[in-house]
């Protein structure tokens, strides 16, 4: 009995294995945890985005200062070197006016595989008054242009542009004035030289901000949404990102908090997000942040959950996959710091 019993429990876990092995036919490591800076001379950061200079370091940015919104928040950034993490320097401050400076908003890093690095921000005294700006790097991200206004144009609102399969470099964008938040991709053919201004949805009522792009096995692109909806909205263009369909709610909550996604090598979609509802504060729901993976873009599973504490804030990450196929990971720590994660997420 004993030994039909052993057998029983053999051929069980065996069987559930071969389950979640026929469900996930991933693995994620987790390599690397650990905070970008433990002491800084800023009182709040937030928005933090990542790029590789081309030497094989990683070089993060973020926006610092008193607190959101205050004329001191600047632009730091921080390099890691040899897997040690150096200090945060203030890259960039606003521009003076009449009587204070502006605060700078949502730097995105973009490096497009040349030699030049590309840092997006936004300048002004809200969400609703910013202006696009823009310096680029020529030497892995030692020195900096001067900012340069990129009007009409906004620059990606939150999340890294894309370059897709037929070399179109999208700015996922969006604006919020009082009356509407409202997505649209800014798109170039000719490597950033001239740009057009594509809208999405624009009869949608939903408030839609800050996309991020994903590309499909036959060059379909989908841009998943961060609203106020209770979900992640998503559109889907099969035109190299000429037209986009109408904004249709995706499976996944969303508490109305920033979202990044990426496509790895390996085909898989990696979308990093709070996976939870709106409440009665804007901060409701932040205390959660999940990885969460889809071989289609439809069916998502939630793999690992990077934060699940009672309270607090863990938001605004971003993702990117380094040339060796590591994938980095950062996002707002409690406002406090910048937390960076390294995966190793391969195929089965």
Known sequence: MRLITTIFNLISCLLISHIISAQKPYQV???????????????????STLTEN????????????????????????????????GHPEKLICGSDNTTTSLPCWNPVFFHPGDSTIYLY?????????WTGMMVTSHDNG????????????????????????????????????PDRWMVFIERSEDHGKT?????????NTAR???????????????????????????????DDGLNWSSLQRSTIPNPNSGIDAITLKNGLQVLVANPDTSGRDW??????????????????NEELRIEDQPKGEFSYPAIIQSSDGIVHLSYTYNRSTIKYLTLKIDRQ
Request: aromatic share 10%; proline share 8%.
């Open 208 to 238: 839609v901000i800050q996309p991020s792009i994903i590309v499909h096995p036959d060059g379909t692109l989908q841009a998943l949404c961060r609203s106020n909806q209770n979900f992640i909205m998503e559109s889907f263009s099969s």
């Open 283 to 300: 901060w409701n729901g932040r205390n959660h942040l999940s990885l969460i993976i889809s071989e289609d873009g439809k069916n998502w």
């Open 121 to 129: 921000y936004k300048e002004g005294p809200t969400p609703r008054e």
């Open 195 to 203: 740009w057009t201004i594509v809208p999405v949805d624009t009869a």
């Open 29 to 47: 490591v987790v390599l690397t945890s650990e905070f970008i800076f433990q002491e800084a001379s800023f009182k709040q950061c937030h928005a």
């Open 54 to 85: 081309g030497k094989g370091d990683i070089i993060a940015g973020w926006f610092g200062g008193s607190y959101e919104g205050a004329s001191d928040v600047c632009i730091w950034s921080a390099v890691k070197k040899n897997d040690i993490w």
């Open 142 to 177: 030692q020195n900096w242009s001067k900012p340069t206004p990129i009007h009409p144009l906004l620059g990606p609102a939150k999340n890294k542009p894309i370059i897709t399969p037929a070399g179109t470099w999208l700015n996922p964008s969006s604006i919020e004035t």
